[in-house]
């Protein structure tokens, strides 16, 4: 065992999480998790890790970023030919993970995923920088391609051809959304004693538990 590695460790005391001062709801819970990581100056506190399960069996993970959520679901945007897309399409059970280190804590969301509606693709596409707008139609995402110089030469002409007009969001490219039917939270604490709060869906209603650290 390498001991440098073995001997890194962190003793969590932050908070705590109490099942008696938590929500009713997950969505109402994560959202008053969101504002502490959204006041507290973390960087990027929307990413979060989206774990797929390939075809052949494989667990799958990737960074993505949140961009809304509400009781519908966690909505993030993509390429539809990608990897992770391709995964999703064979499998909709997909889970998230939030790590807000600052904060000491996590978010795990399990649930099925399906592609928001054309309108909101469309109107997160359009309110893109135009760098980004270009690139979703230059890049054929998860493929294999001869070099840098391939995604570039397709960025440089997909810019020629809308000089004069916005792009539009392509047919390919697009939001999905994951509507959530457990969600845990982890709130770090000391001698890894921490504090787990699960949510489970039951019919319209949500089952709180502790779990053990």
Do not use: C
């Not at 494989?58 to 539809?80: C, Q």
């Amino acid at each position: 065992m390498n001991k440098e590695v073995a001997d890194l460790r962190k003793d969590y005391r932050l908070a705590s999480l109490d099942e008696q001062d938590v929500a009713q709801n997950p969505i109402q819970q994560f959202e008053r998790w969101w504002k502490d990581a959204t006041s507290g100056q973390l960087e990027e506190p929307n990413a979060m890790t989206l774990a797929t399960s390939t075809p052949d069996g494989y667990p799958s993970a990737r960074i993505v970023l949140l961009k809304s959520f509400d009781e519908e679901g966690f909505v993030f945007f993509t390429n539809y030919d990608s990897h992770k897309a391709q995964d999703m399409a064979a499998n909709p059970n997909v889970s998230l993970l939030f790590f807000w280190r600052e904060l000491e804590r996590q978010v795990r969301i399990y649930g099925t995923v399906s592609k928001t509606s054309a309108e909101i693709s469309d109107e997160y596409y359009e309110s893109r920088p135009l760098g980004s707008r270009v690139g979703a139609i230059a890049s054929p995402q998860s493929r294999v391609i001869p070099g840098r110089s391939f995604l570039e030469e397709n960025v440089r002409m997909v810019a020629e051809r809308y000089v004069l007009e916005d792009p539009k969001r392509p047919a390919y490219w697009g939001g999905y959304a994951v509507k959530p039917v457990k969600m845990e939270f982890w709130q770090g604490r000391s001698s890894r004693l921490h504090d787990r709060i699960l949510y489970t869906k039951e019919g319209e209603n949500w089952l709180i538990d502790r779990l053990a650290p």
